[in-house]
């Protein structure tokens, strides 16, 4: 069995316990990109993700188990893991107000048509709720357009709506006006796809912070979807 590393005092603070050295690695570098730390179980963090049959903690931090059954009257994250199972436990935990929906940086060209006209821009970060984009104007609140990308083999068409603009500033950055936007009246189908696609990129991150291949058993650990 091994534990997590580092301890610091960063009040989003996870412990793992598993008998997967792996696993623990994956785990600790995906959380990490969504800005919570993994500590030692004697920390005493907010939450303690345990694997089934392992020892119990001996204080009175929330643990939930990792088990491929659910366990009556316990709090469980069944396996294979649904890394947005994994995200709303997390949220639900640390936050007053928790996010639904897990967003990844990206660099994707796309094509914005604004008022009846079509121009180029770039996705920064990425959702199945919304996104946020470069182009070289800046865009009102409320503000309708339509964005077209590709996703794999997939070109995607939505309708959406801006919900703030950030202007150009001095840093390479921010070179151009940025803006976020809610996806409108998007279909299942398309919604499905783009959080397979997001949770896909969530672990191929991980995969190379460690420099594990891809092809790793502990893939069976994840959920994924085609």
Same mark, same amino acid.
């Given at each position: 069995?091994?534990?997590?590393?580092?301890?610091?005092?960063n009040?989003?603070q996870?412990?793992?316990?598993?008998?997967?050295?792996?696993?623990?690695?994956?785990l &600790?570098?995906?959380?990490?990109?969504w800005? $919570?730390?993994?500590? =030692? !179980?004697q920390?005493? !963090?907010?939450? *303690?993700?345990?694997e089934?049959?392992?020892?119990?903690?001996?204080?009175? &931090?929330r643990? *939930?188990?990792?088990t491929?059954?659910?366990?009556?009257d316990?709090?469980?994250?069944?396996t294979?893991?649904?890394? &947005?199972?994994?995200?709303?436990?997390l949220?639900d =935990?640390?936050f007053?107000?928790?996010?639904?929906?897990?967003?990844?940086?990206?660099?994707?060209?796309?094509?914005?048509?604004?008022?009846?006209a079509?121009?180029?821009?770039?996705?920064?970060?990425?959702?199945?709720?919304?996104?946020?984009?470069t182009c070289?104007?800046?865009?009102?609140? @409320?503000?309708?357009?339509?964005?077209e $990308?590709?996703?794999g083999?997939?070109?995607?068409?939505?309708?959406?709506?801006v919900?703030?603009?950030?202007? /150009?500033?001095?840093?390479?950055?921010? /070179? @151009?006006?940025? $803006?976020?936007v809610?996806? @409108?009246?998007?279909?299942?189908?398309?919604?499905?796809a783009?959080? /397979? +696609?997001i949770?896909? @990129?969530c672990l191929?991150r991980?995969?190379?912070?460690?420099d594990?291949?891809? /092809?790793h058993p *502990?893939? +069976?650990?994840f959920?994924?979807?085609?």
């Amino acid at each position: 069995m091994l534990l997590s590393g580092t301890r610091q005092s960063n009040a989003r603070q996870v412990a793992i316990v598993t008998r997967n050295p792996v696993l623990l690695q994956i785990l &600790t570098a995906l959380l990490g990109d969504w800005g $919570f730390s993994v500590v =030692e !179980p004697q920390v005493e !963090p907010g939450v *303690v993700f345990l694997e089934h049959g392992l020892a119990e903690p001996t204080f009175t &931090t929330r643990t *939930v188990l990792l088990t491929s059954m659910p366990v009556s009257d316990r709090s469980c994250l069944l396996t294979p893991i649904s890394l &947005t199972r994994l995200y709303h436990l997390l949220e639900d =935990e640390f936050f007053p107000s928790p996010r639904r929906h897990i967003r990844v940086n990206t660099e994707i060209d796309a094509d914005l048509q604004i008022d009846g006209a079509w121009q180029p821009g770039n996705i920064t970060s990425l959702s199945d709720r919304g996104c946020r984009v470069t182009c070289d104007y800046e865009l009102p609140a @409320k503000q309708p357009l339509v964005i077209e $990308f590709r996703l794999g083999e997939r070109r995607i068409r939505l309708s959406a709506q801006v919900l703030y603009c950030i202007p /150009a500033g001095e840093t390479a950055s921010r /070179a @151009k006006p940025q $803006f976020g936007v809610q996806f @409108k009246q998007i279909d299942p189908a398309i919604c499905t796809a783009l959080r /397979a +696609s997001i949770e896909r @990129k969530c672990l191929e991150r991980a995969f190379r912070k460690i420099d594990i291949d891809p /092809a790793h058993p *502990v893939n +069976s650990w994840f959920e994924q979807e085609d």
